[in-house]
Antibody, heavy 120, light 106 residues
Framework: EVQLVESGGGLVQPGGSLRLSCAASGFTFSDHYMDWVRQAPGKGLEWVGRIRNKGNSYTTEYAASVNGRFTISRDDSKNSLFLQMNSLKIEDTAVYYC???????????WGQGTLVTVSS | IQLTQSPSFLSASVGDRVTITCRASQGISSYLAWYQQKPGKAPKLLIYAASALQSGVPSRFSGSGSGTEFTLTISSLQPEDFATYYCQQVNSYPLTFGGGTKVEIK
């Protein structure tokens, strides 16, 4: 069974940093691109970024709203995905989901999400 | 690429046929997916490549379209289908989602 479990969310002050993790199981993690998607309270979905697999040199893509502040990485030996968030802003407050990307055409499995609250 | 969903809110009854439209600001071929989200839950993939039904999704869900106009159809609305639906384009970066369509019980 495919499972994605996010962790690391919490309350952080504006300007602070936080690192989210996503533990994957039930599939060959190293084969897949992985993505982060967020959802502000009461709002729609916003794609945050993507990391490709080893065969594609672990290259990354980011939304303009987070580019230069957020960094996506992965550890295939630990079946883990990470989102390092720096210089956090109030508008980064959201539930953050990791998602398995299949064939770069669909996000076919999602984690349950972890809430990040940026507030003073 | 901006995705505009319509309507943003839809009130319907069990058994109704429901159609949601997603328009892209430029052509995206068939690089479009549809997701269902219930309150407090993660999104669930329904349709990818505009018209391919994801494994395990009931056949009452269907998708069509290409280029700039796409539709998600629920042929006979069931109680468990009351949720918010999002389209997503995966044609080019940044990947984007539509604003959502909330389907509520009439």
């Amino acid at each position: 069974e495919v499972q994605l479990v996010e962790s690391g969310g919490g309350l952080v002050q504006p300007g602070g940093s936080l690192r989210l993790s996503c533990a994957a199981s039930g599939f060959t993690f190293s084969d897949h691109y992985m993505d982060w998607v967020r959802q502000a309270p009461g709002k729609g979905l916003e794609w945050v970024g993507r990391i490709r697999n080893k065969g594609n040199s672990y290259t990354t893509e980011y939304a303009a709203s987070v580019n230069g502040r957020f960094t996506i990485s992965r550890d295939d030996s630990k079946n883990s995905l990470f989102l390092q968030m720096n210089s956090l802003k109030i508008e980064d407050t959201a539930v953050y989901y990791c998602a398995r990307d299949s064939g770069a055409v669909k996000f076919d499995f999602w984690g349950q999400g972890t809430l990040v609250t940026v507030s003073s | 690429i901006q995705l505009t969903q319509s309507p943003s809110f839809l009130s319907a009854s069990v058994g109704d046929r429901v159609t949601i439209t997603c328009r892209a600001s430029q052509g995206i071929s068939s690089y479009l997916a549809w997701y269902q989200q219930k309150p407090g839950k993660a999104p669930k993939l329904l349709i990818y490549a505009a018209s391919a039904l994801q494994s395990g999704v009931p056949s009452r869900f269907s998708g069509s379209g290409s280029g700039t106009e796409f539709t998600l159809t629920i042929s006979s609305l069931q109680p468990e289908d009351f949720a918010t639906y999002y389209c997503q384009q995966v044609n080019s970066y940044p990947l984007t989602f539509g604003g959502g369509t909330k389907v509520e019980i009439k």
